[in-house]
Protein backbone atom coordinates (compact mmCIF):
# COMPACT_ATOMS: atom_id res chain seq x y z
CA UNK A 1 0.00 0.00 0.00
CA UNK A 2 2.93 2.29 0.65
CA UNK A 3 4.44 2.33 -2.48
CA UNK A 4 1.04 2.12 -3.90
CA UNK A 5 0.42 5.61 -2.81
CA UNK A 6 3.80 6.90 -3.64
CA UNK A 7 2.89 6.11 -7.15
CA UNK A 8 -0.48 7.66 -7.19
CA UNK A 9 1.42 10.65 -5.59
CA UNK A 10 4.01 11.18 -8.03
CA UNK A 11 1.93 10.90 -11.07
CA UNK A 12 -0.15 13.59 -9.37
CA UNK A 13 2.52 15.93 -8.86
CA UNK A 14 3.91 15.01 -12.53
CA UNK A 15 0.11 16.42 -13.77
CA UNK A 16 0.52 19.49 -11.51
CA UNK A 17 4.18 20.40 -12.90
CA UNK A 18 2.81 20.32 -16.41
CA UNK A 19 0.26 23.29 -15.36
CA UNK A 20 2.07 25.25 -12.73
CA UNK A 21 6.13 26.83 -12.55
CA UNK A 22 6.86 23.74 -10.27
CA UNK A 23 9.95 21.07 -10.57
CA UNK A 24 9.30 17.37 -10.20
CA UNK A 25 11.77 15.14 -10.60
CA UNK A 26 11.46 11.29 -10.34
CA UNK A 27 14.60 9.12 -10.14
CA UNK A 28 16.19 5.50 -8.82
CA UNK A 29 19.31 3.64 -7.85
CA UNK A 30 19.73 0.16 -7.91
CA UNK A 31 23.00 -1.14 -6.55
CA UNK A 32 23.87 -4.71 -5.93
CA UNK A 33 26.97 -5.77 -4.26
CA UNK A 34 28.98 -8.86 -4.08
CA UNK A 35 31.98 -8.92 -0.95
CA UNK A 36 34.64 -11.60 -0.70
CA UNK A 37 35.22 -11.20 3.71
CA UNK A 38 38.28 -13.21 4.95
CA UNK A 39 39.31 -10.83 7.96
CA UNK A 40 36.42 -8.02 7.22
CA UNK A 41 36.01 -5.87 10.67
CA UNK A 42 38.06 -8.07 12.69
CA UNK A 43 41.05 -10.62 12.53
CA UNK A 44 39.23 -14.07 11.93
CA UNK A 45 40.25 -17.45 14.49
CA UNK A 46 43.25 -19.59 12.46
CA UNK A 47 40.05 -22.38 12.08
CA UNK A 48 37.53 -19.11 10.82
CA UNK A 49 36.37 -20.02 6.77
CA UNK A 50 35.58 -16.56 4.68
CA UNK A 51 32.45 -15.19 3.98
CA UNK A 52 30.84 -14.22 0.64
CA UNK A 53 27.14 -12.80 0.05
CA UNK A 54 25.23 -10.43 -2.29
CA UNK A 55 23.86 -7.15 -0.97
CA UNK A 56 21.44 -5.21 -2.81
CA UNK A 57 20.54 -1.65 -1.89
CA UNK A 58 17.03 -0.44 -4.26
CA UNK A 59 15.79 3.10 -4.48
CA UNK A 60 12.90 4.90 -5.59
CA UNK A 61 12.79 8.96 -5.25
CA UNK A 62 10.76 11.96 -5.62
CA UNK A 63 11.39 15.65 -5.22
CA UNK A 64 8.72 18.25 -5.78
CA UNK A 65 10.02 21.72 -5.68
CA UNK A 66 8.96 25.85 -5.71
CA UNK A 67 9.53 28.80 -4.52
CA UNK A 68 7.42 28.34 -1.13
CA UNK A 69 8.65 24.87 -0.23
CA UNK A 70 10.39 21.73 -1.99
CA UNK A 71 9.19 17.87 -0.43
CA UNK A 72 11.57 14.84 -1.06
CA UNK A 73 10.38 10.95 -0.53
CA UNK A 74 13.35 8.04 -1.09
CA UNK A 75 11.90 4.51 -0.45
CA UNK A 76 14.33 2.33 0.12
CA UNK A 77 14.78 -1.58 -0.02
CA UNK A 78 17.69 -3.46 1.46
CA UNK A 79 17.96 -7.05 1.03
CA UNK A 80 21.04 -9.95 0.97
CA UNK A 81 20.07 -12.17 -2.06
CA UNK A 82 18.17 -15.23 -1.16
CA UNK A 83 16.74 -13.66 2.58
CA UNK A 84 13.78 -13.30 1.05
CA UNK A 85 11.69 -16.15 -0.80
CA UNK A 86 11.15 -16.41 -4.56
CA UNK A 87 7.48 -16.95 -3.50
CA UNK A 88 7.59 -13.79 -1.62
CA UNK A 89 4.30 -12.56 0.00
CA UNK A 90 5.49 -9.51 1.07
CA UNK A 91 6.27 -10.55 4.74
CA UNK A 92 10.08 -9.61 4.71
CA UNK A 93 8.85 -6.11 5.39
CA UNK A 94 12.63 -4.80 3.73
CA UNK A 95 10.39 -2.34 2.34
CA UNK A 96 10.70 0.90 3.95
CA UNK A 97 11.45 5.25 4.21
CA UNK A 98 14.99 6.22 4.29
CA UNK A 99 14.07 9.76 3.64
CA UNK A 100 10.65 11.98 3.58
CA UNK A 101 11.29 15.57 4.48
CA UNK A 102 9.84 18.74 3.57
CA UNK A 103 11.31 22.43 3.62
CA UNK A 104 9.36 25.96 3.92
CA UNK A 105 11.09 29.01 2.96
CA UNK A 106 9.75 31.64 4.92
CA UNK A 107 12.29 34.74 2.25
CA UNK A 108 15.27 33.61 0.07
CA UNK A 109 17.45 32.61 3.26
CA UNK A 110 15.47 31.31 5.88
CA UNK A 111 14.17 28.03 6.01
CA UNK A 112 12.61 25.26 7.95
CA UNK A 113 13.39 21.48 6.78
CA UNK A 114 11.24 18.73 8.79
CA UNK A 115 11.01 14.90 8.72
CA UNK A 116 13.31 12.02 8.01
CA UNK A 117 16.05 13.08 6.06
CA UNK A 118 19.91 12.80 6.19
CA UNK A 119 22.80 15.15 7.89
CA UNK A 120 25.90 15.85 5.88
CA UNK A 121 28.09 18.25 7.31
CA UNK A 122 31.48 19.48 6.21
CA UNK A 123 34.00 15.91 5.93
CA UNK A 124 31.60 13.95 6.86
CA UNK A 125 33.88 13.21 10.03
CA UNK A 126 30.98 14.11 13.05
CA UNK A 127 27.72 13.93 10.64
CA UNK A 128 27.43 11.95 7.39
CA UNK A 129 24.82 10.17 5.62
CA UNK A 130 27.16 6.43 5.72
CA UNK A 131 26.12 6.42 1.76
CA UNK A 132 28.57 3.30 1.73
CA UNK A 133 26.27 1.37 3.62
CA UNK A 134 23.48 -0.15 1.70
CA UNK A 135 20.95 1.11 4.48
CA UNK A 136 22.81 4.50 4.88
CA UNK A 137 22.02 6.22 7.52
CA UNK A 138 19.27 9.17 8.23
CA UNK A 139 17.66 11.16 11.29
CA UNK A 140 14.29 12.27 12.33
CA UNK A 141 14.57 15.89 13.19
CA UNK A 142 14.12 19.69 12.43
CA UNK A 143 16.04 21.60 10.81
CA UNK A 144 16.21 25.32 10.38
CA UNK A 145 18.50 26.69 7.91
CA UNK A 146 19.91 30.18 7.47
CA UNK A 147 22.29 30.75 4.03
CA UNK A 148 22.94 33.60 2.43
CA UNK A 149 26.24 34.39 0.51
CA UNK A 150 29.54 33.17 2.46
CA UNK A 151 27.19 32.41 5.13
CA UNK A 152 25.29 29.23 6.67
CA UNK A 153 23.83 28.81 9.88
CA UNK A 154 22.09 25.14 10.81
CA UNK A 155 19.94 24.19 14.14
CA UNK A 156 19.03 20.94 13.71
CA UNK A 157 16.64 19.27 16.93
CA UNK A 158 15.74 16.13 18.02
CA UNK A 159 13.36 13.95 19.56
CA UNK A 160 13.61 10.41 19.73
CA UNK A 161 10.90 7.56 20.97
CA UNK A 162 10.13 3.83 20.77
CA UNK A 163 6.25 4.29 20.55
CA UNK A 164 3.39 7.01 21.13
CA UNK A 165 2.66 6.11 25.19
CA UNK A 166 0.21 7.73 28.04
CA UNK A 167 2.65 8.66 30.10
CA UNK A 168 6.51 8.80 30.46
CA UNK A 169 9.05 9.25 28.08
CA UNK A 170 11.64 5.99 28.44
CA UNK A 171 13.72 5.28 25.74
CA UNK A 172 15.10 1.67 25.85
CA UNK A 173 18.58 1.56 25.04
CA UNK A 174 21.43 -1.02 25.78
CA UNK A 175 24.31 -0.76 27.60
CA UNK A 176 28.00 -1.34 28.24
CA UNK A 177 28.70 -4.22 30.60
CA UNK A 178 30.00 -1.28 33.21
CA UNK A 179 26.54 0.34 33.37
CA UNK A 180 27.68 3.30 30.38
CA UNK A 181 25.62 4.14 27.88
CA UNK A 182 26.91 2.02 24.47
CA UNK A 183 27.03 5.34 22.43
CA UNK A 184 26.89 3.34 18.74
CA UNK A 185 23.84 1.26 20.01
CA UNK A 186 21.37 2.87 19.39
CA UNK A 187 19.60 5.62 18.67
CA UNK A 188 19.85 9.13 20.63
CA UNK A 189 16.81 9.78 23.07
CA UNK A 190 17.55 13.53 22.05
CA UNK A 191 20.28 15.80 19.91
CA UNK A 192 20.70 18.95 18.83
CA UNK A 193 23.32 20.76 16.98
CA UNK A 194 24.70 23.48 16.15
CA UNK A 195 26.20 24.22 12.39
CA UNK A 196 28.21 27.46 11.50
CA UNK A 197 30.40 27.67 7.87
CA UNK A 198 31.80 30.76 6.82
CA UNK A 199 33.87 32.23 3.73
CA UNK A 200 37.28 33.52 4.65
CA UNK A 201 38.64 34.57 1.62
CA UNK A 202 39.14 31.29 -0.74
CA UNK A 203 39.10 29.36 3.07
CA UNK A 204 36.36 27.68 4.52
CA UNK A 205 35.58 27.79 8.12
CA UNK A 206 33.24 25.73 10.08
CA UNK A 207 31.87 25.25 13.65
CA UNK A 208 30.15 22.45 14.95
CA UNK A 209 28.47 22.12 18.01
CA UNK A 210 26.27 19.29 19.39
CA UNK A 211 24.30 18.08 21.83
CA UNK A 212 23.89 14.38 22.74
CA UNK A 213 21.28 12.98 25.11
CA UNK A 214 21.82 8.90 25.63
CA UNK A 215 18.68 7.57 27.83
CA UNK A 216 20.17 5.51 30.30
CA UNK A 217 17.79 2.80 32.11
CA UNK A 218 18.40 1.59 35.74
CA UNK A 219 16.14 -1.20 37.73
CA UNK A 220 15.01 -1.91 40.89
CA UNK A 221 14.39 -5.76 41.46
CA UNK A 222 12.34 -7.60 44.84
CA UNK A 223 13.85 -10.24 46.54
CA UNK A 224 12.56 -12.69 43.64
CA UNK A 225 14.07 -10.93 40.88
CA UNK A 226 11.23 -8.91 39.76
CA UNK A 227 11.43 -5.57 38.39
CA UNK A 228 9.65 -3.18 40.64
CA UNK A 229 10.61 0.07 39.20
CA UNK A 230 12.50 1.16 36.55
CA UNK A 231 14.52 4.55 36.15
CA UNK A 232 15.24 6.60 32.94
CA UNK A 233 18.20 9.50 32.85
CA UNK A 234 19.41 10.82 29.64
CA UNK A 235 23.06 11.11 29.73
CA UNK A 236 24.32 14.41 27.76
CA UNK A 237 27.28 14.66 26.11
CA UNK A 238 28.96 17.69 24.02
CA UNK A 239 31.06 17.74 21.00
CA UNK A 240 32.33 21.05 19.95
CA UNK A 241 34.94 21.80 17.07
CA UNK A 242 35.75 23.26 14.17
CA UNK A 243 37.53 22.41 10.54
CA UNK A 244 39.25 24.88 8.90
CA UNK A 245 40.09 24.23 4.63
CA UNK A 246 42.60 26.58 3.43
CA UNK A 247 44.05 26.40 0.28
CA UNK A 248 47.81 27.21 -0.79
CA UNK A 249 48.03 27.55 -4.53
CA UNK A 250 47.51 23.93 -5.91
CA UNK A 251 47.30 22.02 -2.38
CA UNK A 252 44.01 22.15 -0.56
CA UNK A 253 45.00 21.88 3.28
CA UNK A 254 42.25 20.64 5.53
CA UNK A 255 42.40 21.17 9.58
CA UNK A 256 40.13 20.07 12.42
CA UNK A 257 39.77 19.27 15.97
CA UNK A 258 36.84 18.35 18.51
CA UNK A 259 36.24 17.73 21.91
CA UNK A 260 34.20 16.03 23.70
CA UNK A 261 32.75 16.22 27.29
CA UNK A 262 30.10 15.50 29.86
CA UNK A 263 28.51 12.42 30.47
CA UNK A 264 28.08 8.69 29.36
CA UNK A 265 27.61 7.03 32.49
CA UNK A 266 25.36 7.78 35.43
CA UNK A 267 26.46 9.89 38.77
CA UNK A 268 29.53 11.20 36.71
CA UNK A 269 30.79 14.04 34.78
CA UNK A 270 33.72 12.21 33.35
CA UNK A 271 34.02 12.39 29.50
CA UNK A 272 36.72 14.20 28.35
CA UNK A 273 38.35 13.25 24.89
CA UNK A 274 40.09 14.91 21.57
CA UNK A 275 40.28 14.52 17.92
CA UNK A 276 42.77 16.22 15.56
CA UNK A 277 43.29 15.99 11.86
CA UNK A 278 45.22 17.58 9.12
CA UNK A 279 45.50 16.37 5.44
CA UNK A 280 46.81 17.96 2.30
CA UNK A 281 45.71 17.09 -1.36
CA UNK A 282 47.83 18.10 -4.17
CA UNK A 283 46.69 18.23 -7.68
CA UNK A 284 49.78 17.44 -9.63
CA UNK A 285 47.95 17.38 -12.82
CA UNK A 286 43.84 16.95 -14.31
CA UNK A 287 44.62 13.16 -14.26
CA UNK A 288 46.49 12.56 -10.65
CA UNK A 289 46.15 13.72 -6.98
CA UNK A 290 47.84 12.78 -3.67
CA UNK A 291 46.53 13.33 -0.08
CA UNK A 292 48.36 12.67 2.53
CA UNK A 293 47.35 13.23 6.50
CA UNK A 294 46.63 12.19 10.13
CA UNK A 295 44.08 11.17 12.61
CA UNK A 296 44.44 11.17 16.15
CA UNK A 297 41.39 10.21 18.09
CA UNK A 298 41.69 9.73 21.92
CA UNK A 299 41.29 6.54 23.99
CA UNK A 300 41.79 4.88 27.09
CA UNK A 301 44.13 1.47 28.15
CA UNK A 302 43.03 -1.46 29.98
CA UNK A 303 44.45 -0.45 32.97
CA UNK A 304 43.11 2.92 32.98
CA UNK A 305 39.72 1.72 32.45
CA UNK A 306 40.51 -0.63 35.75
CA UNK A 307 41.68 2.17 37.92
CA UNK A 308 39.42 4.81 36.81
CA UNK A 309 36.43 3.57 35.77
CA UNK A 310 34.19 6.91 36.06
CA UNK A 311 36.36 8.44 33.38
CA UNK A 312 36.88 7.91 29.91
CA UNK A 313 38.86 9.61 27.58
CA UNK A 314 37.80 7.80 24.16
CA UNK A 315 36.65 10.16 21.06
CA UNK A 316 33.54 9.21 19.53
CA UNK A 317 32.78 10.15 15.82
CA UNK A 318 28.86 9.71 16.88
CA UNK A 319 27.00 10.11 13.67
CA UNK A 320 29.81 10.33 10.90
CA UNK A 321 30.79 8.25 7.98
CA UNK A 322 33.57 6.15 9.22
CA UNK A 323 34.00 4.28 6.38
CA UNK A 324 35.26 6.70 4.16
CA UNK A 325 38.24 7.41 7.09
CA UNK A 326 40.25 4.86 9.01
CA UNK A 327 40.19 2.21 6.06
CA UNK A 328 37.71 0.29 4.03
CA UNK A 329 37.76 -2.86 6.01
CA UNK A 330 35.73 -0.96 8.59
CA UNK A 331 37.93 -2.49 11.64
CA UNK A 332 37.24 1.28 13.31
CA UNK A 333 34.33 3.10 14.38
CA UNK A 334 31.59 1.32 12.21
CA UNK A 335 29.91 -0.87 14.94
CA UNK A 336 33.33 -1.40 17.05
CA UNK A 337 36.21 0.12 19.15
CA UNK A 338 34.01 1.98 20.60
CA UNK A 339 35.32 3.39 24.17
CA UNK A 340 38.63 1.71 23.49
CA UNK A 341 42.36 2.66 23.56
CA UNK A 342 41.76 4.94 20.12
CA UNK A 343 43.69 5.64 17.14
CA UNK A 344 45.87 7.29 15.15
CA UNK A 345 45.90 6.63 11.48
CA UNK A 346 48.58 7.48 9.20
CA UNK A 347 47.56 7.49 5.95
CA UNK A 348 48.42 8.63 1.76
CA UNK A 349 46.18 8.63 -1.04
CA UNK A 350 46.63 8.24 -4.84
CA UNK A 351 43.61 9.14 -7.15
CA UNK A 352 44.06 8.96 -10.98
CA UNK A 353 41.70 9.72 -13.72
CA UNK A 354 41.98 8.28 -17.16
CA UNK A 355 38.95 8.94 -19.19
CA UNK A 356 35.98 7.02 -17.80
CA UNK A 357 38.26 4.88 -15.35
CA UNK A 358 39.92 5.96 -12.46
CA UNK A 359 41.74 4.48 -10.12
CA UNK A 360 43.22 5.04 -6.37
CA UNK A 361 45.51 3.22 -3.86
CA UNK A 362 45.55 4.23 -0.08
CA UNK A 363 47.82 2.88 2.72
CA UNK A 364 47.43 3.19 5.98
CA UNK A 365 49.38 2.98 9.02
CA UNK A 366 47.45 2.26 12.32
CA UNK A 367 48.41 2.54 16.37
CA UNK A 368 46.63 2.99 19.46
CA UNK A 369 46.37 6.69 20.74
CA UNK A 370 46.42 5.02 24.51
CA UNK A 371 48.65 2.20 25.84
CA UNK A 372 47.80 -1.53 25.01
CA UNK A 373 47.51 -4.04 27.76
CA UNK A 374 47.25 -7.45 27.74
CA UNK A 375 45.93 -9.54 30.98
CA UNK A 376 48.48 -12.75 31.71
CA UNK A 377 45.48 -14.52 33.46
CA UNK A 378 41.85 -14.02 33.15
CA UNK A 379 41.13 -11.95 35.91
CA UNK A 380 37.60 -10.34 36.59
CA UNK A 381 37.58 -8.38 39.66
CA UNK A 382 41.38 -7.56 40.15
CA UNK A 383 44.07 -5.72 37.97
CA UNK A 384 47.16 -6.34 40.03
CA UNK A 385 50.56 -4.70 38.75
CA UNK A 386 51.80 -8.40 37.45
CA UNK A 387 48.75 -9.16 35.87
CA UNK A 388 49.68 -8.16 32.78
CA UNK A 389 51.89 -7.05 29.85
CA UNK A 390 52.37 -4.16 27.53
CA UNK A 391 51.64 -4.86 24.10
CA UNK A 392 52.92 -2.82 20.82
CA UNK A 393 51.02 0.41 20.65
CA UNK A 394 51.01 -0.93 16.78
CA UNK A 395 48.01 -2.06 15.28
CA UNK A 396 48.70 -2.94 11.33
CA UNK A 397 48.43 -1.49 8.07
CA UNK A 398 45.75 -1.49 5.43
CA UNK A 399 46.13 -1.34 2.01
CA UNK A 400 42.90 -0.02 0.10
CA UNK A 401 42.90 0.02 -3.47
CA UNK A 402 40.16 0.69 -6.13
CA UNK A 403 39.12 0.85 -9.50
CA UNK A 404 36.09 2.19 -11.12
CA UNK A 405 34.18 3.33 -14.70
CA UNK A 406 31.58 5.24 -15.72
CA UNK A 407 29.79 3.94 -18.95
CA UNK A 408 27.70 6.41 -18.98
CA UNK A 409 26.39 9.49 -16.57
CA UNK A 410 23.80 7.01 -14.66
CA UNK A 411 26.01 3.98 -14.26
CA UNK A 412 28.85 3.01 -12.56
CA UNK A 413 31.13 -0.13 -12.05
CA UNK A 414 33.19 -0.46 -8.52
CA UNK A 415 35.80 -2.89 -7.94
CA UNK A 416 37.93 -2.67 -4.50
CA UNK A 417 40.22 -4.77 -2.40
CA UNK A 418 41.83 -4.18 0.50
CA UNK A 419 44.62 -6.08 2.70
CA UNK A 420 45.05 -5.57 6.60
CA UNK A 421 48.38 -7.21 7.91
CA UNK A 422 47.54 -6.63 11.53
CA UNK A 423 49.31 -7.09 14.99
CA UNK A 424 48.81 -9.25 18.07
CA UNK A 425 47.63 -6.03 19.18
CA UNK A 426 45.12 -5.43 16.56
CA UNK A 427 43.92 -8.79 17.66
CA UNK A 428 43.60 -8.52 21.33
CA UNK A 429 41.58 -5.16 21.15
CA UNK A 430 39.60 -6.10 18.35
CA UNK A 431 36.18 -8.01 18.97
CA UNK A 432 38.01 -11.60 19.51
CA UNK A 433 40.05 -10.41 21.95
CA UNK A 434 42.39 -13.14 21.04
CA UNK A 435 45.38 -13.43 24.09
CA UNK A 436 47.41 -15.97 22.09
CA UNK A 437 49.09 -15.52 18.79
CA UNK A 438 47.97 -19.06 17.33
CA UNK A 439 44.44 -18.22 18.07
CA UNK A 440 44.17 -15.70 14.83
CA UNK A 441 45.49 -15.45 11.19
CA UNK A 442 47.57 -11.59 11.08
CA UNK A 443 45.92 -10.82 7.79
CA UNK A 444 42.93 -9.92 6.63
CA UNK A 445 41.40 -9.95 3.05
CA UNK A 446 38.37 -7.88 1.42
CA UNK A 447 37.20 -7.17 -2.28
CA UNK A 448 33.74 -6.29 -3.88
CA UNK A 449 32.45 -5.91 -6.83
CA UNK A 450 29.53 -2.77 -6.93
CA UNK A 451 27.06 -2.12 -9.99
CA UNK A 452 25.62 1.18 -9.40
CA UNK A 453 22.17 2.28 -11.75
CA UNK A 454 20.72 5.56 -11.73
CA UNK A 455 18.16 5.82 -13.58
CA UNK A 456 16.14 9.36 -14.43
CA UNK A 457 12.47 8.72 -14.98
CA UNK A 458 11.30 11.73 -14.97
CA UNK A 459 12.20 15.42 -14.90
CA UNK A 460 9.74 18.19 -15.50
CA UNK A 461 11.20 21.40 -17.93
Sequence with gaps: ??????????????????????????????RPRAEYRNGYKQLL????????????????????????????????????????????????????????????????????????????????????????????RAHDLALFKYEKKGLKIHLGLAFNQMSESLSGTGYYISMNGDGSVNPMAKNYKTMQFLW?????????????????????????RDL?????????????????????????????????????????KADTNSLSAMYFALSASFKASDKMTIIGGFEYLSGRSSKDAYENPDQFKSFTPLYGTNHKFNGHMDYFYVGNHGNSV??????????MKFGKWSVFATPHYFMAAADVYKPKTVIKSDFPEDSYETMSKGL??????????????????????????????????????????????????????????????????
Design 1 to 30: MRLKSLLLSICFLILASWAMSQTIKVDGEI
Design 45 to 136: PTDAKAAFAISQRTRFNAFYGSKLFKAYVSMQDVRVWGDVPQLDKGSSNSFGIHQAWGEYFFNEKFSFKVGRQELVYDDSRILGNVGWAQQA
Design 196 to 220: LHTKIGEAGLSFLFLNNGMESVSYT
Design 224 to 264: SGQVTNTEFETLYSQTIGARFTPTLGPVKLAAAAYYQMGKV
Design 342 to 351: GLIDLYATLK
Design 396 to 461: GIEIDMGVAYVPQKNMKIVLGVSEMIGTESLAYVGKGHYTNTDQYNSNGTWAYLMFVFKPNFYTSK
